[in-house]
């Protein structure tokens, strides 16, 4: 599963989102599973503009069609029925270091 690191970058909403769907379309082409954003989650734990935009535009991409699912990061868990799809389908993806830990600085984004 490829990592996009926006908080490492620091970079502005627009930059984020073209950043995420340069790379869906890189991790589609090289027919990857799915794809882990880590964005944090904002000040004090309400949510950062980066997240709240990010999710919407996943939101319509899902739609669309364009990707199959996304949730955040306390969804990303042994007994969540989407994760465990992921994981059924991908099993390198069982290392993952956020997997169990409820991080909600995470989106993980359902490729195929």
């Known amino acids: 599963m490829r990592l996009i690191d926006l908080k490492k970058e620091n970079c502005s909403v627009d930059y984020a989102l073209a950043v995420c769907e340069i790379e869906i379309e890189n991790a589609k082409k090289e027919g990857l599973t799915a794809i882990k954003?880590?964005?944090?989650?904002?000040?004090?734990?309400?949510?950062g503009a980066i997240l709240l935009n990010l999710r919407r535009l996943l939101n319509q991409w899902?739609?669309?069609?364009?990707?199959?699912?996304?949730?955040?990061?306390?969804?990303?868990?042994m007994f969540d029925k989407s994760s465990m799809e992921i994981l059924?389908?991908?099993?390198?993806?069982?290392?993952?270091?956020?997997?169990?830990?409820?991080?909600?600085?995470?989106?993980?984004?359902?490729?195929q």
Do not use: A, R
């Open 62 to 77: 899902k739609k669309s069609g364009y990707i199959k699912d996304f949730f955040g990061g306390d969804k990303w868990n």
């Open 88 to 111: 059924l389908k991908d099993k390198s993806i069982y290392g993952d270091e956020d997997l169990n830990k409820s991080n909600p600085g995470i989106t993980i984004v359902y490729i």
């Open 37 to 47: 954003v880590l964005h944090g989650y904002g000040s004090h734990g309400k949510g």
